[in-house]
């Protein structure tokens, strides 16, 4: 996340929300109990700053580590070694960090930061999307996912579906505390994304009540049950679909567009060499099976000199030709979570993703 503090607003300076932080992981209980030598809110924030200055491994941060920076900056008094951080930090539950992220999004609200990415009738964009970031066929924990293959081997995992704040015409993204996709506790069944899912929109409903999202996501998630969540608990959507995977619905988007229910549009950009043309049907099935859950279906061709592009989603918004460009570019942000978060997060310097070929 790269957001500038507006002129003015020091609360939101990297120094002001690097305190908000510390301040927020002082309240997360030591499981040792009694006096310690290093706290685990020095041990956290050890994390964090190993995390935010990019260095590829616990052991390479303990090797390059300056206390006296670490402290100045990060407000660390004793910075532990890569063991000690391990022995500190793995019992630690991720659902403690969850204030941490609602204290950090408060103080942007605070500071009008997240003005701008309001993106249509007052409703935030939010991009949802799964994603792995361990592997190993050794390596192993309780909270693994296992995938059995052909020949008997066992790949152990770690997923989580991710969330960001996005919008069209900003590089910045907001990500929100994602939801672990891992082994739950009493079950012998792998976790999935669906399950996932509703969890975080539970949680999203309790930490954020009355803002307006639109959730984007891909085709994998445009069926009745996760629309029907999504509903449940008041969230609008722009759902990628497929031909494929949505045969029934393309078929009666054809019909409507044969019986003359269809709205067209069509859009020139010369300065890009581009036409951007529409065709869009409001209130059809989402499949035979589920006949009563309806969506407005929005298809789109993106016309240059030797290139079309073609994509589909579905809404639960209204289309016309005033919104449809609009609610297409939601759409096509989606990628946003993908580049501007996993991406990033991967492969420029964070090293989130960790694999294991043993």
Known sequence: MAIAAPKGRKHLSADALFRLVRSGFTT????????????????????????SLKSPSLLAFDK??????????Y?????????????????????????????????LQRGKALEAMVFFDDCYLLALD?????ASKTIHCAACLQQVHRNGSTTYSHQMLGAAIIHPDLRAVIPLMPEPIVQQDGTDKNDCERNAA?????????????????????????????????????????????EGDHAYLFEQVQAAAQAGRATYDERHD????????????????????????????IEYW??????????????????????????MRGGRARWKIEHETFNTLKNQGYNFRVYFDL
């Open 270 to 297: 010369r300065a890009a060499g581009l036409v951007h043309r529409f065709r869009c049907v409001n209130d059809m099935p989402l499949n035979a099976s589920n006949a009563n859950v309806r969506v407005n279906f």
């Open 130 to 134: 799964g994603t792995g970031y361990f």
């Open 64 to 73: 390059e580590r300056a206390e006296g920076n670490l402290a100045t900056i």
């Open 28 to 51: 997360i209980p030591d499981h040792r109990g009694g006096e310690t030598a290093i706290s685990l809110t020095d041990a956290l924030m050890a994390a964090f700053a190993m995390f």
């Open 198 to 242: 509703k969890r975080f929109m539970a949680k999203l409903r309790k930490d954020h009540p009355h803002l307006k999202f639109i959730v984007t996501e891909d085709s994998l998630s445009a069926n009745a049950p996760h629309i029907e969540t999504l509903q449940d608990h008041g969230l609008h959507d722009i759902l990628g679909v497929k």
């Open 302 to 327: 993106e016309i240059g000199n030797n290139k079309v592009q073609h994509f589909s989603w579905v809404t639960d918004l209204r289309v016309s030709k005033r919104t449809v460009h609009h609610l």
């Open 75 to 107: 407000g660390i008094a004793r910075v532990p070694c890569d063991t000690q951080m391990r022995e500190l930090l793995d019992p630690v539950c991720p659902a403690s960090l969850r204030p941490l992220f609602k204290g950090v999004f408060r103080q």
